[in-house]
């Protein structure tokens, strides 16, 4: 009888095994792309969060050092000056005239320009365009000549 009751139970098990399915449900299906999504949204959360973190004009230490060879290599040359907002405060400060610049950064959320001469990056401004902050840094020095909201 005991023999009889453990080929019962073998036949059992194997049976119930056959028969369960390795294929997700639907709402396993929908769960895991609402996961997916999840996830998705943190990671364009944090992006944003970056971005604003980028744009709110923090004392970033970023800021007072100068670009890369790489960053320098892949500007450009800002063609038409008096569309930047922040050039009549910088124009005050130096003779931008005097320098060959680079358009290092122009997103939405801040705009970087290298000013050299010979070779030499000598200043960098630095608009915050959310609450329109600008830094004109020396970089020769390492400080801010300029740090004001302009309007």
């Given amino acids: 009888m005991n023999r009889k009751l453990i080929v019962l139970l073998l036949t059992m098990i194997i049976a119930l095994v056959a028969c369960s399915d390795n294929q997700t449900s639907g709402s396993d299906v929908n769960a895991k792309d ?3 999504e999840e996830k998705q949204d943190e990671s364009s959360s944090n992006e944003s969060q970056s971005d604003e973190k980028d744009s709110q004009g923090d004392d970033d230490k970023s800021d007072v050092q100068p670009a890369t060879e790489v960053e320098l290599s892949e500007s450009s040359e800002p063609s038409n000056l008096e569309d930047f907002i922040e050039m009549d405060r910088v124009m005050k400060e130096i003779d931008v005239d005097s320098y060959t610049l680079h358009l290092v950064t122009d997103n ?4 970087v320009i290298i000013y050299t001469k010979d ?3 000598l200043y960098k401004s630095v ?4 609450n329109a902050l600008l830094k004109l840094i020396d970089l020769q ?11």
Avoid: C, S
Avoid at 108 to 111: M, S, V
Avoid at 127 to 130: C, E
Avoid at 145 to 150: A, G, K, R, S
């Fill in 34 to 36: 609402n996961d997916t």
């Fill in 108 to 111: 939405p959320g801040k705009r």
């Fill in 119 to 121: 070779e030499n990056q």
């Fill in 127 to 130: 608009y915050i365009k959310r």
């Fill in 141 to 151: 020095e390492n400080k801010p000549v300029i740090v004001e909201e302009i309007q």
